[in-house]
């Protein structure tokens, strides 16, 4: 049986890639920096149960991702544009760690995202 993502990666070329986080808080870092392909991220937060994690010098480091411009306009987030691979992920919890999407945010997302391109 397979397990429903934790996160979901969308990529400068418009491919949405399903993203298993481990639990530890560090691994889960060293992870997230690996598949955003960046030494520091920087958090969007959309919602409170959804962020948007990027490189913090992706301006510098990456083409821009369409798809996650669109989809932070979609949530009011108009101010500029995004820079490199974008990880999607469940908002915080009470101490401040992140939290996985739930299988209805992961859902409602790719529909978002479908009616986006």
């Known amino acids: 049986?397979?397990?429903t993502p934790d996160a979901l990666l969308i990529t400068p070329e418009a491919d949405i890639v399903p993203i298993n986080l481990p639990a530890d808080v560090e691994s889960r870092l060293t992870v997230?920096?690996?598949?955003?392909?960046c030494d520091s991220v920087d958090v969007v937060a959309l919602t409170s149960q959804m962020d948007m994690w990027l490189d913090d010098e992706g301006?510098?480091?990456h083409p821009v991702n369409k798809l996650a411009t669109?989809?932070?306009f979609r949530f009011g987030f108009m101010s500029q544009k995004y820079y490199?691979?974008?990880l999607l992920t469940g908002g915080a919890d009470a101490e401040g760690e992140t939290v996985p999407l739930s299988k209805d945010k992961i859902v409602a997302l790719?529909?978002?995202i479908e009616e986006l391109l």
Not at 32 to 37: D, E, G
């Open 70 to 72: 669109l989809l932070a």
């Open 32 to 37: 997230m920096r690996s598949v955003i392909r």
């Open 1 to 3: 049986m397979s397990r």
């Open 84 to 86: 490199g691979p974008a």
């Open 110 to 112: 790719l529909t978002s």
């Open 59 to 61: 301006l510098y480091n």
